[in-house]
């Protein structure tokens, strides 16, 4: 049995965790579950798995949950609640899957408190990819990617070390605007939020289905890859694969490439992450290949989506500039689903900022926040 705390346990990552928990009821014990504001859907989550502790971000709600939940589930609010359930003395592993910048001081907590850690919140290796990746060396444990991207390249490589790999490639859907003949770059200043909130292979969040749409997404996982499996971001490409059956590839050094591959859906690399290193039975994903037919694959249009050049450039130059990179991005994204800005200014964005920043090498959690704050700061300008 592992004895698993889900941070975000709400939001769509969240609920497919709990769905992999409830398909394997003798492996995985929800031991403590964190929810930004639905407080509904956590109370009945609650009652379901009986969790020891919870957590939501309001105080007020945490006191209606704790009138309503009685003295046997402990109920704790804000960034205090998730600092607790990262660290529970009984967890063997922390998912953290919570937007935006609030899981970074859970995850390290985690770390330093000797938990493996999962990690579905971008922003985490990101912005602070070489700190979390020091510590998680330091304390011994396992950082485990939640990504279907880097939960594949994770199981191509199957612990072969980086100097047996030519390069990793992470596959892209390509959006719902990859079509260069549908989607010219002309016609760019056109999108609107609602075209781009529909993505063809995926059913996410908000803020991801725009970044798919734009690309950033995959230059935020570029980033990622480059901290987690701890490799130059030269040897990290991308390739677009609109089908969504190959997950991601790992080229080796004599030639050969491995792949992995499935019907698209997040509970498979959640179910990996959680049952690491073993393998659960489960028949949620089935994968038909007579039926899938074909499989495609193209270079990535950078002249359209330039946010892949962007990436490449914040995961070489390292220091503060990959939370810039990121923190611009959100601004840049919260502009455009408000119709402040459109489509192609996102991405324009995100560079007039990066051009604008003093970068600060090798900095430290504090440094990186404030380099985050102020690429909000000029972001918004
Ligand atoms: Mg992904």
């Known amino acids: 049995m592992k004895n698993v705390v889900l941070l975000g346990s709400t939001g769509s990552i969240g609920t497919s965790t709990v769905k992999v928990a409830e398909d394997l009821p003798d492996q995985i014990r929800l031991i403590g579950l964190a929810a930004g504001g639905n407080s509904e859907l956590l109370l009945e989550q609650t009652r379901k798995h009986q969790p020891a502790v919870i957590s939501i971000s309001d105080p007020a709600k945490a006191k209606d949950l704790q009138n309503l939940l009685g003295a046997s589930t402990q109920v704790y609010a804000g960034n205090e609640g998730l600092l607790k359930l990262a660290t529970l003395p009984a967890a063997d592993l922390v998912l953290i899957a919570i937007v935006g910048t609030a899981g970074l001081q859970p995850a390290l907590a985690a770390i330093r408190a000797g938990k493996d850690i999962a990690v579905a919140s971008k922003e985490i290796l990101v912005m602070a990819g070489e700190i979390v990746m020091n510590e998680a060396r330091k304390h011994g444990v396992r950082v485990l990617a939640v990504d279907s991207e880097h939960s594949a390249i994770f199981q191509c490589l199957d612990g072969k070390p980086t100097n047996s790999v030519r390069k990793l490639m992470l596959t892209a859907s390509g959006g719902p605007f990859r079509s260069k003949a549908e989607w010219p770059k002309e016609k760019f200043p056109e999108i609107t939020v609602e075209r781009a909130l529909k993505h063809p292979s995926w059913v996410m969040g908000r803020k991801i289905t725009i970044d798919s749409a734009t690309l950033f997404n995959k230059g935020l996982e570029m980033i990622e890859a480059r901290w987690l499996f701890d490799i130059e971001m030269s040897r990290v490409g991308v390739v677009v694969h609109p089908q969504s059956i190959v997950h991601s590839l790992v080229e080796f050094v004599d030639g050969s490439l491995i792949a992995q591959l499935s019907t698209p859906d997040m509970c498979l690399p959640i179910q990996y992450a959680l049952t690491y290193p073993e393998r659960a039975a489960s ?24 946010s892949i050049l962007l990436a490449r450039r914040a995961g070489e130059t390292c220091g503060t500039m990959p939370a810039v990179f990121n923190a ?46 102020w690429a909000r700061c000029e972001a918004s300008r």
């Open 328 to 373: 611009a991005n959100e601004v840049a994204v919260d502009a455009f689903v408000n119709r402040k800005i459109n489509f192609p200014q996102i991405t324009e964005t995100v560079r007039r900022v990066m051009d604008a920043h003093q970068v600060v090498d090798h900095p430290t959690l504090e440094q990186i926040l404030e380099a985050d704050a």
């Open 283 to 306: 028949d949620r994903v089935q994968t038909n290949f007579p039926k899938i037919g074909t499989l495609t694959f193209e270079e990535p249009d950078t002249d359209r989506f330039p």
